[in-house]
């Protein structure tokens, strides 16, 4: 005799079901127990995912524009003059990450980067 418990716990339909249940868990609703709902979330949440990993690269970029903009700005010399010194130079081959984990970390250092862009940036080349 099959009680209620039972009844409840029945399997899924296909391992197809099975995945995309395992892939809603902890979602609200419906959407962690029905295929159905849990599809239509999981869908959602991957098309958010693709997006979002290409926001946060523009994010940092942003953040590493931003933190470069400061530091420079701190030795009397604009941001888009000193990326502008540096493609200008061919020499220092140091990207915005990098520059911006500098001017947060190693300000003497950043500092020094800074005075050489203005000394390579100034004289005619």
């Known amino acids: 005799m099959n009680t209620f418990c039972d009844l409840?716990?029945?399997?899924?339909?296909?391992?197809?079901h099975k995945?995309?249940?395992k892939m809603a868990k902890g979602y609200r609703g419906r959407a962690?127990?029905?295929?159905k709902a849990a599809l239509q979330r999981v869908e959602k949440a991957l098309q958010y995912a693709y997006r979002d990993r290409?926001?946060?690269?523009r994010d940092f970029r942003k953040l590493?524009?931003?933190?470069?903009?400061?530091g420079t700005r701190q030795h009397n010399m604009s941001y888009s003059k000193f990326?502008?010194?540096?493609?200008?130079?061919?020499?220092?081959e140091l990207n915005r990450k990098v520059l911006?984990?500098?001017?947060?970390?190693?300000?003497f250092s950043f500092k020094a980067v800074v005075d050489v862009v203005?000394?390579?940036?100034?004289?005619?080349a």
């Not at 990326?83 to 220092?92: E, L």
């Open 19 to 21: 995945r995309i249940i």
């Open 118 to 124: 203005k000394l390579v940036g100034r004289s005619p």
């Open 54 to 57: 290409k926001q946060r690269k």
């Open 32 to 35: 962690n127990r029905t295929f």
């Open 64 to 70: 590493w524009i931003q933190r470069l903009n400061a």
């Open 8 to 16: 409840q716990h029945r399997e899924f339909a296909s391992a197809k």
């Open 100 to 107: 911006a984990d500098l001017a947060a970390s190693e300000p």
């Open 83 to 92: 990326i502008s010194y540096m493609k200008n130079s061919n020499q220092m």
